[in-house]
């Protein structure tokens, strides 16, 4: 079977490393060109996207492959095609790798139990989100030469967020200290069970981080009654210029994006030399080359 990249507990603590190392080599210039030489590359997106469909996209461009965007609006599902169909019938035409973002969790999981190629989980529901949680990790690595031992953040909607459940799973593998911080009805109480810190009081969290991760509420994805009121949220969630001043000057604000000006931040926050918005984004494009090849030339293949 071929590999395939759903969550990051499907590589080991190794292989995250090596990614991160290929990511840093490509980054500063290393050879991509003909690394994916004839491998078709779909991108199948179900679910909006800028970032990450466009990043994908020029990263398989970059290692050489041949990219096609296939609009699923469009696609048999919606005709009663099963998953497996669709599938075989995508190999069936050459693709060999599928990226995939669904709103449904566990989607890229299905797929890739009946697609004999490789498939890369863009985003599934509020599961996963493997390669946003590479380029955070390949971004705290750039500013602070390790991740180990590093204390994180990670702010707001962390119910329905993937990349936060995605960074949690990585950034504990590789020894950074997460600490959760939001609303109780947007706080999944599993990770509390896992040993993972929550705090209430981003005020008191905010000197002692080296990185601040904050999120969007998630609307499209929210069941009513749990959102607290926008001002109230704001009030005790939102990074602000206030806030700013409490953050060490060495420590680093991320964003997944998209963000909501005035919800979770502020245009200060987005002005602040501390900000590592557009790194991130730019680090997406290369952790995604590296996955890409890591997948279709690296990776050993797990006994069943
Ligand atoms: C996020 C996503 O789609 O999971 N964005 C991203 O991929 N960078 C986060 C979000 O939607 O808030």
Redesign the pocket.
């Known amino acids: 079977m071929a590999r395939s990249l759903l969550d990051l507990d499907d590589l080991s603590r190794e292989e995250i490393d090596a990614i991160l190392a290929a990511s840093e080599r490509f980054r500063d210039g290393g050879a991509a060109r003909d690394l994916l030489a004839g491998v078709t590359v779909l991108t199948l997106f179900f ?1 909006g ?1 800028t ?2 469909v466009t990043s994908f996209t020029v990263a398989a461009q970059r290692v050489g492959a041949d990219v096609i965007s296939f609009a699923p609006g469009a696609s048999s599902l919606g005709k009663g095609e099963t998953i497996a169909d669709t599938a075989l019938t995508l190999y069936a035409i050459g693709a060999r790798v599928i990226v995939v973002r669904h709103a449904e969790s566990g989607f890229a999981r299905r797929l890739a139990d009946d697609f004999a190629g490789h498939v890369v989980n863009a ?1 599934d529901g509020t599961h996963a ?1 493997p390669t ?1 949680a590479l380029l955070d990790l390949m971004t705290l690595r750039h500013e602070f030469g390790r991740v180990d031992g590093l204390r994180v953040a990670i702010v707001g909607d962390i119910l329905h ?3 936060a459940r995605s960074n949690i799973v990585g950034m504990r593998m590789l020894g950074v200290e997460v600490i959760l911080v939001g609303p109780p009805t947007l706080l999944p109480a599993g990770f509390v069970a896992q040993g993972v810190r929550v705090e209430r009081d981003l005020d008191a969290v905010l000197p002692n981080v080296d990185a601040v991760m904050m ?2 509420i ?1 609307r499209e994805r929210i069941a009513s009654g749990l959102l607290p009121s926008l001002d109230d949220y704001t009030q005790r969630y939102q990074l602000n210029a206030r806030r700013l001043a409490a953050l060490r000057p060495d420590a680093v604000v991320m964003h ?3 963000y909501n000006r005035d919800v979770e931040l502020t245009d200060d926050v987005l002005r602040d030399p501390r900000s590592r918005y557009a790194a991130q984004v730019r680090n997406g494009t290369y952790v995604r080359m590296a996955v890409l090849d890591f997948l279709v030339n690296g990776a050993a293949v797990p006994a069943a």
């Open positions: 679910e996207s970032r990450t985003g989100h946003q967020s993937r990349v999120l969007r998630q997944p994006g998209p």
